[in-house]
């Protein structure tokens, strides 16, 4: 579920290291609770694998080079979800697609260790927007996975922002999954022109996909062979994305089955107005929630 030559870099990890890797710089984390990759272009985490289980993301195995976005892992998308028409600061409201956030090199400020996992936190190298500031905080341990992207208006105005946790959840194959804990919720389809449509009942993508639901609720995904709980923080936005059999050039049509996108995400039906000296906490929680009848 990952590449190889990344795998290998990390079960050669001996608790933590910082290396380049297909033109990035990423830092690799082998601990006794399961290992953790981050690449420092845009804080995506690239790799989660708790002990004893396989990779909860996917990560294509054939990337595009550098300075190329790294499809798949938990990219991030701030200040703005979507096309140009979002991105506030830039002329003629041109910019690139879902922000700037994704393309930018981030420092790493600090490692917190504990007996069950990690806390891992991130800045940029530089401010991404005039009047917001960012910070990423990415807990991992054995049970489960917390990534937080938290916003700041430093400025004197208020600030209208949309985000999302672009998050690949590695799967047998996209086509059999089912998701549950959407039923009855509101949503867009991209594919229909953002025609407005209601879910009714499991969601099981045969194809193509690309929904914004207007939802709060977690979602399980179940793949056949295990079930992913994704829960949310301060995110009433819910996307849910795959490509179809027309995937992007940096993977293939069979490499592809392998995801499912399913976003903790602010977008245009639930943005974020933020105050001077406001903050908000956009978060996402990956589980393996207990099994049924087990307590």
């Given at each position: 579920?990952?590449?190889?030559?990344?795998?290998?870099?990390?079960?050669?990890?001996?608790?933590?290291?910082?290396?380049?890797?297909?033109?990035?710089?990423?830092?690799?984390?082998?601990?006794?609770?399961?290992?953790?990759?981050?690449?420092?272009?845009?804080?995506?985490?690239?790799?989660?694998?708790?002990?004893?289980?396989?990779?909860?993301?996917?990560?294509?195995?054939t990337p595009a080079a550098a300075?190329?976005?790294?499809?798949?892992?938990?990219?991030?998308?701030?200040?703005?979800?979507?096309?140009?028409?979002?991105?506030?600061?830039?002329?003629?409201?041109?910019?690139p697609f879902h922000g700037t956030a994704r393309l930018a090199p981030w420092r790493l400020d600090g490692v917190d260790e504990h007996e069950e996992g990690i806390e891992v936190h991130l800045?940029?190298?530089?401010?991404?927007?005039?009047?917001?500031?960012?910070?990423v905080v990415i807990q991992a341990n054995a049970r489960r996975l917390h990534v937080e992207l938290i916003s700041e208006n430093v400025g004197d105005a208020p600030v209208k922002t949309s985000a999302a946790l672009h998050t690949y959840l590695a799967v047998d194959d996209a086509f059999a999954c089912r998701l549950e804990g959407l039923a009855g919720a509101r949503y867009l389809d991209k594919h229909q022109g953002f025609a407005e449509g209601?879910?009714?009942?499991?969601?099981?993508?045969?194809?193509?996909?690309?929904?914004?639901?207007?939802?709060?609720?977690?979602?399980?995904?179940?793949?056949?062979?295990?079930?992913?709980?994704v829960a949310k923080d301060q995110s009433d936005s819910t996307v849910v994305?795959?490509?179809?059999?027309?995937?992007?050039?940096?993977?293939?049509?069979?490499?592809?089955?392998?995801?499912?996108?399913?976003?903790?995400a602010n977008t245009r039906l639930d943005p974020v107005w933020l105050v001077s000296g406001a903050q908000h906490l956009l978060g996402t929680t990956l589980t393996r929630p207990p099994a049924e009848g087990t307590v």
């Open positions: 579920m990952i590449p190889d030559s990344l795998q290998e870099r990390l079960d050669a990890t001996d608790d933590q290291q910082t290396l380049t890797w297909e033109g990035r710089e990423l830092v690799l984390f082998n601990q006794p609770w399961g290992q953790l990759a981050v690449a420092l272009t845009g804080a995506q985490v690239v790799h989660f694998k708790p002990a004893g289980d396989t990779p909860w993301l996917w990560l294509t195995p300075p190329a976005t790294l499809r798949g892992g938990i990219p991030l998308c701030w200040p703005w979800f979507g096309d140009e028409r979002y991105a506030d600061e830039s002329p003629n409201r041109q910019g800045s940029p190298e530089e401010r991404l927007h005039g009047r917001l500031t960012v910070r209601e879910q009714q009942g499991t969601l099981a993508p045969s194809g193509a996909v690309d929904r914004i639901y207007h939802s709060n609720a977690a979602v399980r995904v179940h793949d056949g062979r295990r079930t992913l709980l994305w795959h490509p179809g059999e027309a995937p992007p050039d940096d993977t293939s049509p069979a490499a592809a089955r392998g995801f499912l996108c399913v976003e903790a």
